[in-house]
């Protein structure tokens, strides 16, 4: 999957082929008719005529006999055409690129780089006045060209094309990517720091010092253990940072949606020496960092974001293999780290600095560094006005595939630089950029040697070591802070202990567990909120619907014979520990599924009206087809199956069992034999509410199975019952029929679920 360019795609030029006007001839003198002499004057057009039809019968052969040779070479040719070329550089060749503008001689080692379109907020006054820090404004073609502010220096699109820097050639012109030109400029002027900030923000006490370690070496840096997130869990490759500052509600642009309702805090914590936190991520108040499903889905009407996260609680760590989403709104990044400042060009605005922290964060396990994230170090505020979804649709596709894919890549290489350029390379060919981002990488990269920058040395990889087990002494624990979330419109008590109590043990239970969705309404208006609402409790949850939704992470899927694509979906989950089906028709409590024994099978077995026995005598063709395809599958099962199956069923061959199967659970143990039995099907079409009962029933005896779904409330599918009120019960594990097509219709079901879950007022 390819993320978003910032540009629209041009189409293709146009072939125009050059019609020739064809004359007719002359008549001319009657010619002699004799056979020979008429064959002896159009000879050549004779054998042209016959070569031409033995042509066009060639084509027909081959496409006819050899037709799949044919195309495989067409293929193999047209991908060694398409393929990205990798960008060969002679790095001792690369010359130093000097200032000729009136700042040639300027040093400064502490750097704040901002872009800037519209004339000097109020924000960025401040900002100039912070003591010791030269701030540098990079326009763009939004900028007025009269933009001036004392104290600082402004590079307008003109200086910057002055500047000799091969970056300029990538740059789009109205973007905020051009601060790439800044980053080169402060490096070439004695930068050992740099600040990468947005001009919406004020720094706390005008100090950048106050939480971030400005200093690494030497007098005045803090030599000091720094507190860090467990590595116990090799396969959490990302974290919620907020939550260690107080705001578990909260999530920052960039997370996966997937993740969302991961919002327990820490078990315990490890420790780090401090000396190599090369990036430190600084939390913002006010209007954090979020996306814009959190700030369309979240915003309490007209009204201003100013969440406040609690500025006491220690700074925290990343482990190699752990990443945290990272901004260019308030970012510190010491000489180290200068090369993980490149803001890539080929992919959306709100994407460019996300990619940017996750590639930097694995380049930057080949030095041994890693990242911090520190308390408030900003108040940035919000302007009632936020970008579109579209403008950061890809990370909510990509950002989980992105993760896995840094964490397991490993390089041969021996210097930083190779590292980068062959990662960036990976990347474009993994479809994360494009190769406009391979050749800015290159660009980048030289410039950086042109400017001076010293490549920093390798270290070993921890990634590839064995794990070290953490004894109880190397635990450290902290609790944060659960400050009241007043932007969500809840003013949490003491109460809330309890909620976040029982969450934790809802999760403990399923956190394991797969949620498989089937959506029959539009995916467009739902798709997150049904991810918002089950994806706080289960593992994931895979969405299924009759079309395709690449932008929302929705699969292709057919009800009627849904059955056939979840082994496949079983494959990709080695490790769950089973997997839930649900329709969206229908609600599952799961504060009441505690007690279930997540061994064995679920199904509405106990429910008379979604489970029964039917007479195929009397009934449509539909039934009589069905039961002569279930006899089928039967006598080609295993004796076990079948065994399983016929001590249950009547013998009465003219009765069907039939079941809704809107709800139900396969836990691990039998994830092998339900494959078996869809591969016994075959491409026998039998419905989805004749195969899963034939299924279950083979798999194992009813008396086996946990009855926690008898309880149900299921009533049929009339217009009447659906979504009333008096319907629904937060006491029993499952409600059908309920209908969500709109967010309204969600807000209504979230607000009567809350009777259960009082923490799902937050999603609201």
Same mark, same amino acid.
């Given at each position: 999957?390819?993320?978003?360019?910032?540009?629209?795609?041009?189409?293709?030029?146009?072939?125009?082929?050059?019609?020739?006007?064809?004359?007719?001839?002359r008549?001319?003198?009657?010619?002699?008719?004799?056979?020979?002499?008429?064959?002896?004057?159009?000879?050549?057009?004779?054998?042209?005529?016959?070569?031409?039809?033995?042509?066009?019968?060639?084509?027909?052969?081959?496409?006819?006999?050899?037709?799949?040779?044919?195309?495989?070479?067409?293929?193999?040719?047209a991908?060694?055409?398409?393929?990205?070329?990798?960008?060969?550089?002679?790095?001792?060749?690369?010359?130093?690129?000097?200032?000729?503008?009136?700042?040639?001689?300027?040093?400064?080692?502490?750097?704040?780089?901002?872009?800037?379109?519209?004339?000097?907020?109020?924000?960025?006054?401040?900002?100039?006045?912070?003591?010791?820090?030269?701030?540098?404004?990079?326009?763009?073609s939004?900028?007025?060209?009269?933009?001036?502010?004392?104290?600082?220096?402004?590079?307008?699109?003109?200086q910057?094309?002055?500047?000799?820097?091969?970056?300029?050639?990538?740059?789009?012109?109205?973007?905020?990517?051009?601060?790439?030109?800044?980053?080169?400029?402060?490096?070439?002027?004695g930068?050992?720091?740099?600040f990468?900030?947005?001009?919406?923000?004020?720094?706390?006490?005008?100090?950048?010092?106050?939480?971030?370690?400005?200093?690494?070496?030497?007098?005045?840096?803090?030599?000091?253990?720094?507190?860090?997130?467990?590595?116990?869990?090799?396969?959490?490759?990302?974290?919620?940072?907020?939550?260690?500052?107080?705001?578990?509600?909260v999530w920052?642009?960039?997370l996966?949606?997937?993740?969302?309702?991961?919002?327990?805090?820490?078990?315990?914590?490890?420790?780090?020496?401090?000396?190599?936190?090369?990036?430190?991520?600084?939390?913002?108040?006010?209007?954090?960092?979020?996306?814009?499903?959190?700030?369309?889905?979240?915003?309490p009407?007209?009204?201003?974001?100013?969440?406040?996260?609690?500025?006491?609680?220690?700074?925290?760590?990343?482990?190699?293999?752990?990443?945290?989403?990272?901004?260019s709104?308030?970012?510190?990044?010491?000489?180290?780290?200068?090369?993980?400042?490149?803001?890539p060009?080929?992919?959306?605005?709100?994407?460019?600095?996300?990619?940017?922290?996750?590639?930097?964060?694995?380049?930057?396990?080949?030095?041994?560094?890693?990242?911090?994230?520190?308390?408030?170090?900003?108040?940035?505020?919000?302007?009632?006005?936020?970008?579109?979804?579209?403008?950061?649709?890809?990370?909510?596709v990509?950002?989980?595939?992105?993760?896995?894919?840094?964490?397991?890549?490993?390089?041969?290489?021996?210097?930083?630089?190779?590292?980068?350029?062959?990662l960036?390379?990976?990347?474009?060919?993994?479809?994360f950029?494009?190769?406009?981002?391979?050749?800015?990488?290159?660009?980048?990269?030289?410039?950086?040697l042109?400017?001076?920058?010293?490549?920093?040395?390798?270290?070993?990889?921890?990634?590839?070591?064995?794990?070290?087990?953490?004894?109880?002494?190397?635990?450290?624990?902290?609790?944060?802070?659960?400050?009241?979330?007043?932007?969500?419109?809840v003013?949490?008590?003491?109460?809330?202990?309890?909620?976040?109590?029982?969450?934790i043990?809802?999760?403990?239970?399923?956190?394991?567990?797969?949620?498989?969705?089937?959506?029959?309404?539009?995916?467009?208006?739902?798709?997150?909120?049904?991810?918002?609402l089950?994806?706080?409790?289960?593992r994931?949850?895979?969405?299924?619907?009759?079309?395709?939704?690449?932008?929302?992470?929705?699969?292709?899927?057919?009800?009627?014979?849904?059955?056939? *694509? $979840?082994?496949?979906?079983? =494959?990709?989950?080695?490790?769950?520990?089973?997997?839930? @089906?649900?329709? +969206?028709? &229908?609600? #599952?409590?799961?504060?009441?599924?505690?007690?279930?024994?997540?061994?064995?099978?679920?199904?509405?077995?106990?429910?008379?009206?979604?489970?029964?026995?039917?007479?195929?005598?009397?009934?449509?063709?539909?039934?009589?087809?069905?039961?002569?395809?279930?006899?089928?599958?039967?006598?080609?099962?295993?004796?076990?199956?079948?065994?399983?199956?016929?001590?249950?069923?009547?013998?009465?061959? *003219? $009765?069907?069992?039939?079941? =809704?199967?809107d709800?139900?659970?396969?836990?691990?143990? @039998?994830?092998? +034999?339900? &494959?078996? #039995?869809?591969?016994?099907?075959?491409?026998?079409?039998?419905?989805?509410?004749?195969?899963?009962?034939?299924?279950?029933?083979?798999?194992?005896?009813?008396?086996?199975?946990?009855?926690?779904?008898?309880?149900?409330?299921?009533?049929?599918?009339?217009?009447?019952?659906?979504?009333?009120?008096?319907?629904?019960?937060?006491?029993?594990?499952?409600?059908?029929?309920?209908?969500?097509?709109?967010?309204?219709?969600?807000?209504?079901?979230?607000?009567?679920?809350?009777?259960?879950?009082?923490?799902?007022?937050?999603?609201?």
């Amino acid at each position: 999957m390819l993320v978003q360019d910032r540009s629209t795609p041009k189409s293709p030029k146009s072939h125009v082929r050059a019609l020739h006007s064809l004359h007719p001839h002359r008549f001319s003198e009657p010619k002699n008719l004799d056979f020979s002499t008429w064959f002896s004057e159009n000879l050549y057009k004779i054998v042209t005529i016959s070569l031409l039809i033995a042509t066009v019968a060639a084509i027909f052969f081959i496409r006819n006999v050899s037709d799949t040779a044919v195309l495989v070479s067409y293929e193999t040719k047209a991908k060694i055409l398409e393929k990205i070329q990798f960008p060969q550089i002679n790095w001792n060749s690369v010359t130093l690129v000097s200032d000729k503008s009136s700042y040639a001689f300027f040093r400064s080692e502490r750097w704040i780089i901002v872009s800037v379109s519209n004339y000097p907020t109020e924000s960025l006054r401040k900002l100039v006045k912070i003591k010791g820090w030269q701030v540098l404004a990079i326009g763009n073609s939004k900028t007025p060209s009269d933009w001036s502010l004392k104290g600082a220096i402004f590079l307008s699109l003109e200086q910057q094309a002055n500047l000799g820097f091969r970056v300029v050639d990538h740059l789009p012109y109205d973007s905020f990517v051009r601060k790439n030109v800044g980053y080169l400029f402060a490096i070439q002027h004695g930068a050992q720091k740099i600040f990468d900030v947005d001009d919406r923000g004020d720094v706390i006490d005008n100090d950048l010092g106050k939480h971030f370690d400005v200093e690494l070496i030497g007098e005045g840096a803090r030599q000091e253990i720094i507190l860090q997130y467990s590595h116990e869990n090799p396969n959490r490759t990302i974290v919620n940072p907020y939550i260690h500052f107080g705001q578990r509600s909260v999530w920052p642009r960039g997370l996966p949606l997937e993740n969302v309702g991961d919002i327990g805090r820490e078990e315990f914590y490890t420790e780090v020496f401090g000396g190599k936190q090369f990036i430190q991520q600084g939390i913002s108040n006010g209007l954090p960092d979020v996306d814009s499903v959190f700030y369309f889905t979240r915003k309490p009407g007209l009204d201003a974001f100013d969440i406040r996260f609690d500025e006491h609680a220690p700074k925290v760590a990343l482990p190699q293999g752990t990443m945290v989403p990272l901004n260019s709104f308030n970012t510190l990044f010491h000489s180290s780290a200068f090369w993980g400042l490149m803001l890539p060009v080929s992919v959306s605005t709100m994407a460019s600095d996300v990619l940017r922290g996750y590639w930097a964060q694995r380049l930057l396990w080949e030095l041994g560094g890693y990242v911090v994230v520190y308390p408030p170090t900003v108040h940035r505020y919000d302007r009632i006005e936020s970008y579109p979804f579209a403008e950061e649709k890809d990370l909510h596709v990509n950002v989980g595939r992105l993760l896995k894919f840094l964490v397991s890549w490993r390089s041969s290489k021996h210097r930083l630089f190779e590292k980068i350029l062959e990662l960036s390379y990976v990347m474009a060919e993994e479809g994360f950029w494009t190769e406009k981002d391979v050749k800015f990488t290159a660009a980048w990269l030289q410039d950086l040697l042109a400017v001076g920058y010293q490549q920093p040395r390798l270290m070993s990889l921890e990634l590839d070591r064995p794990s070290a087990s953490i004894g109880h002494g190397d635990r450290k624990e902290f609790i944060p802070q659960k400050l009241p979330s007043v932007h969500l419109g809840v003013e949490e008590t003491g109460t809330v202990n309890n909620e976040i109590g029982n969450l934790i043990r809802w999760r403990k239970s399923f956190g394991n567990v797969v949620l498989i969705m089937y959506c029959s309404g539009p995916v467009e208006r739902t798709a997150l909120e049904w991810r918002l609402l089950y994806g706080r409790i289960f593992r994931t949850v895979v969405i299924l619907s009759e079309q395709k939704n690449a932008d929302l992470v929705v699969e292709e899927g057919h009800l009627d014979y849904i059955y056939k *694509q $979840l082994p496949n979906i079983f =494959s990709r989950f080695t490790s769950a520990e089973g997997f839930v @089906f649900l329709q +969206d028709n &229908t609600i #599952l409590n799961y504060w009441n599924l505690l007690q279930a024994d997540m061994s064995k099978l679920w199904i509405t077995n106990k429910v008379s009206k979604s489970w029964s026995t039917v007479s195929t005598s009397g009934n449509s063709d539909w039934f009589s087809k069905q039961a002569d395809m279930v006899k089928k599958v039967v006598s080609m099962m295993p004796v076990h199956f079948q065994v399983s199956y016929k001590e249950t069923i009547s013998s009465d061959q *003219q $009765l069907l069992t039939v079941c =809704s199967s809107d709800v139900f659970y396969i836990p691990r143990r @039998f994830i092998t +034999d339900f &494959t078996d #039995l869809v591969n016994l099907v075959d491409n026998l079409e039998i419905h989805h509410k004749v195969a899963i009962p034939m299924f279950i029933l083979s798999m194992d005896s009813p008396q086996n199975y946990d009855p926690v779904l008898r309880r149900m409330i299921y009533e049929e599918n009339h217009p009447s019952s659906t979504n009333s009120t008096t319907s629904y019960s937060d006491k029993v594990p499952a409600v059908h029929p309920w209908n969500v097509s709109s967010e309204q219709e969600f807000i209504k079901l979230i607000r009567i679920m809350a009777a259960g879950d009082p923490l799902l007022l937050e999603l609201v």
